[in-house]
Nanobody, 124 residues
Framework: QVQLVESGGGLVQPGGSLRLSCAAS????????ITWFRQAPGKERQGVSCIDTDDDITYYADSVKGRFTISRDNAKNTVYLQMNILRPEDTAVYYC?????????????????WGQGSQVTVSS
């Protein structure tokens, strides 16, 4: 069964850190660009970060640049999103998805496979 499974979300205080994982099963994720989206209540989905298949291209939204880092571990078939210096405005459900491509300007679809989402809440 082809799927992406996210983990690592939770409740953290402002200034804290979390690492989200996106584990692929049923296919090899290193053949795909991977993107992270987030969606906060009442807001549109936002592309947060993406990574190309060769890991030589990454993208970060301005709102997370310098605080978030995307990476891959091909041996574990997993993509990570390290989130540091978290802010209340980072509160959202975070989704990983396979993309058609990732450029310095963002990812583009189609987005064939999606994870189920992981809640991140930043609050004191």
């Amino acid at each position: 069964q082809v799927q992406l499974v996210e983990s690592g979300g939770g409740l953290v205080q402002p200034g804290g850190s979390l690492r989200l994982s996106c584990a692929a099963s049923g296919f090899s994720s290193y053949y795909y660009p991977i993107t992270w989206f987030r969606q906060a209540p009442g807001k549109e989905r936002q592309g947060v970060s993406c990574i190309d298949t060769d890991d030589d291209i990454t993208y970060y939204a301005d709102s997370v640049k310098g605080r978030f880092t995307i990476s891959r571990d091909n041996a574990k078939n997993t993509v990570y999103l390290q989130m540091n210096i978290l802010r209340p405005e980072d509160t959202a459900v975070y989704y990983c998805a396979t993309a058609e491509g990732c450029s310095a300007y963002g990812s583009y679809g189609p987005y064939d496979y999606w994870g189920q989402g992981s809640q991140v809440t930043v609050s004191s």
